[in-house]
């Protein structure tokens, strides 16, 4: 049902989750299945996304390594408006304690979360058929895993329907969550105060769950803490630290010399018809024996206005669309370039027809896959050279000092302001480099190919800093651990020192891996969907 928002007409339900995006929608969901009453409390409109933004304070942040507030999306459905589809499942040595790695290793195991990944493959529209099709075979030092995407990544239009019809979850929507009260004991939380309407009301479940973002969820608890000092680990704990994302970005064009491989890592089709690629990724023995962080490595298509694609046929394309005018017309400006190439002019080009001996041969070849690759689903336009250039996606160190903390500074906002200092250590630059090194390696020792590097020398470390942004994925600032020293939420996801309340999502990760966290943390939701309805039957 769509709650009208009066305080009498909302229902004590059995779960009150704070956040309508993938995790608090697949939590409504599954507590649904499971006989319980959910109240879904969501700051945006219910109609598509919503500018809510006067209601939270304003976020400063401290250098450039962060994206805004506006790369975040509120209403039903949340960020998944803006959400690629990519789901990329977690590696088992994510969950383990790495001794390179401080403040790694998780309280639960990978079998945990992997228990529910067909239920979050299906929940978020991605098809979950085995990868059967080509592989790449690493030995001890290189490995793939499988990268999927979601058929329709926006969920709200998906379950609008669904909430309205249903008799167990009640939806509030236009509902910011701004306080978090405690009974005076201050281990059980009484309500929620929720402004809606110019409205202040509150809001009552046997169990609270923090579904709305990283900093979001940290922003209420950090507030809450100010009249609580002691909760939550107190100022000197884990609450609002260890603030991780992933850095991505490239630094080398990968040249293949084995068209097997090549293939391998382009897009394939499962036994469903549905698209899967794979990712390179260093073994974990070797990411052991280096002192390496987790990364994932795959190919992007270099456009064709960049010569670094080393093509005469795919230059000979371009060319001519260049000069008519045609290439800005057509052209989408989402294949990536190198540096040189967003600087070249037509020379580079030249080249290319002049020193390409199969220019001819692979003319006919390239235009029909550049034709095909502007219909719909995911291909990979093939390089007649071998040639693509290289994307990383690697995780940070979880360090103490990359944190978000309350700003003091006046705020008109119903919560206060947030300073973020999202920090991209050395450590974690370090890696990414050492780990290209590996795989450049493998692929010279096993035929496959080369890596050529972008930069020389100490330019590859100032080139991954330079490119270091996230912000979207919003790891770790609740992290979960064993000890209530160590971290914010136990294994099920509840708060340490609170029995009624919970948060859900990335945040609660101790470490990112190099997965993308929409997946595992709808995986997560699903589990503890499954432990609430445990804890009401016992």
Known sequence: ???????????VADVCIVGAGPVGLALASSCEERGLSVLLVEAGALDGPSNVSDNFGPIDYTNVHHATAGMTSHGLGGTSVLWGGRCVEFDDLDFAERAHVPHSGWPISHADVRDHYAAAFAFLNCGAAPADGKDVHGGDEVTSTVERWSARPALGPLHKAHL???KRIALLSEATVFAIEMEPEGLVVESLMVQRQGRALPVRAKNYVLAGGGLENARLLLATQRHWPAKFGGPQGALGRFYQGHITGHISVIEFADKRVEKALSFQKDKEGRHFRRRLQVSAGRQH???LLNAAFWLDVLSIADAAHGSG???ALYLPLAISGLYGMLSEGRAPKTARGRQQGYREHLLNLRSDPALFRDLAASASNLIGSRLPGRRTLPSPKGRYLLRYHAEQRPIPESRVVLDERPSNAYLPALKVNYLVDDEDVASVVRSHQLLDHWLGESGTGKLAYLHEGPECREAVRRQAFDGYHQIGLARMSKDPRDGVVNADCRLHDVANLYVAGSAVFPTGGQANPTLPAVAL?????????????A
């Open 164 to 166: 309205r019809a249903s």
């Open 313 to 315: 046929a795919l230059s």
């Open 525 to 537: 939701a699903l589990r503890l969907g499954a432990h609430l309805a445990q804890t009401r039957r």
């Open 289 to 291: 024996d280096n002192h």
């Open 1 to 11: 049902m769509i709650a009208s928002g009066a305080a009498a007409d909302l229902p």
